[in-house]
């Protein structure tokens, strides 16, 4: 099920008309903070994770988001209602089934529009460096050579992450392959990417990740990353919230 809360025009120029946060997930590492507000709700410096991230989105003049929503999500509409009357969102429905991030993007595939869009995890929090930094992976992308380009950040910069990185890039930024076993990745993928949506298809039915996508990308050398130029932080526990807290007092 869908439903529109507002409507606004869509914004032009080379950032993508439309944004889709996913917000859907349990939060089962936030605990207790999540046992009442779904994870995007947990407050970092006074304001819910998922108002920095639109912030972000408005910055870089987009107005047009897709949600997904299934914890807890009757809290989580009801904020976005109240705090960004201005913006154009639009629900995808997860409450009867969650679909992890790849079955989530296929369900909102039919509400995307034409386009590259922009995909944001709901619990980002980054700080722009020099530029803004939607706006750089926008200037970024190039359709005629990519269907997936993903934010990173050198593994020694990505703040709060535990593992041992993601991706291996080359020097033009293609993506060439994932972490080997028993290695450490030099880049880490930080929840913000644009995708050509003629990637979300092919999938099976229900919940699966995203990495399905990126594989086929990755394998048809269209898939890049861009290095993030600013500030990053992984927000997976009530620790890393007070960390996040205690580092952006000086930054």
Same mark, same amino acid.
């Given at each position: 099920?869908?439903?529109?809360?507002?409507?606004? $025009?869509?914004?032009?120029?080379?950032?993508?008309?439309?944004?889709?946060?996913?917000?859907?997930?349990?939060?089962?590492?936030?605990?207790?903070?999540?046992?009442?507000?779904?994870?995007? #709700?947990?407050?970092?410096?006074?304001? $819910?994770?998922?108002?920095?991230?639109?912030?972000? #989105?408005?910055?870089?003049?987009?107005?047009?988001?897709?949600?997904?929503?299934?914890?807890?999500?009757?809290?989580?509409?009801?904020?976005?209602?109240?705090?960004? $009357?201005?913006?154009?969102?639009?629900?995808?429905?997860?409450?009867?089934?969650?679909?992890?991030?790849?079955?989530?993007?296929?369900?909102?595939?039919?509400?995307?529009?034409?386009?590259?869009?922009?995909?944001?995890?709901?619990?980002?929090?980054?700080?722009?460096?020099?530029?803004?930094?939607?706006? #750089?992976?926008?200037?970024?992308?190039?359709?005629?050579?990519?269907?997936?380009?993903?934010?990173?950040?050198?593994?020694?910069?990505?703040?709060?992450?535990?593992?041992?990185?993601?991706?291996?890039?080359?020097?033009? =930024?293609?993506?060439? =392959?994932?972490?080997?076993?028993?290695?450490?990745? $030099?880049?880490?993928?930080?929840?913000?990417?644009?995708?050509?949506?003629?990637?979300?298809?092919?999938?099976?039915?229900?919940?699966?990740?995203?990495?399905?996508?990126?594989?086929?990308?990755?394998?048809?050398?269209?898939?890049?990353?861009?290095?993030?130029?600013?500030?990053?932080?992984?927000?997976?526990?009530?620790?890393?919230?007070?960390?996040?807290?205690?580092? #952006?007092?000086?930054?």
């Amino acid at each position: 099920m869908t439903r529109q809360l507002s409507l606004r $025009p869509d914004p032009g120029g080379a950032v993508p008309r439309t944004a889709m946060v996913m917000a859907a997930g349990l939060g089962k590492r936030m605990r207790p903070l999540t046992i009442t507000r779904p994870k995007p #709700l947990v407050e970092v410096r006074g304001r $819910p994770l998922i108002d920095h991230v639109f912030d972000r #989105l408005r910055a870089a003049g987009i107005a047009r988001v897709i949600v997904n929503v299934h914890y807890l999500a009757d809290s989580l509409e009801a904020h976005l209602r109240r705090t960004w $009357p201005d913006m154009e969102i639009i629900i995808s429905d997860e409450r009867e089934q969650l679909l992890e991030t790849g079955g989530g993007l296929v369900k909102a595939k039919p509400l995307m529009g034409e386009g590259p869009v922009l995909v944001v995890n709901g619990d980002s929090l980054w700080i722009d460096g020099p530029v803004d930094t939607i706006r #750089l992976l926008a200037a970024r992308w190039d359709p005629a050579a990519m269907d997936a380009l993903l934010l990173m950040v050198p593994f020694a910069r990505a703040n709060n992450l535990g593992g041992a990185g993601d991706f291996r890039l080359a020097p033009d =930024g293609r993506i060439v =392959g994932r972490r080997r076993a028993g290695t450490v990745a $030099p880049f880490a993928f930080v929840g913000v990417q644009i995708l050509n949506p003629a990637i979300i298809t092919g999938a099976p039915e229900g919940p699966f990740s995203t990495n399905l996508f990126w594989d086929r990308a990755i394998a048809a050398g269209r898939a890049y990353g861009q290095v993030h130029q600013g500030l990053w932080f992984e927000i997976g526990t009530p620790a890393a919230v007070t960390r996040t807290e205690a580092m #952006l007092l000086d930054a």
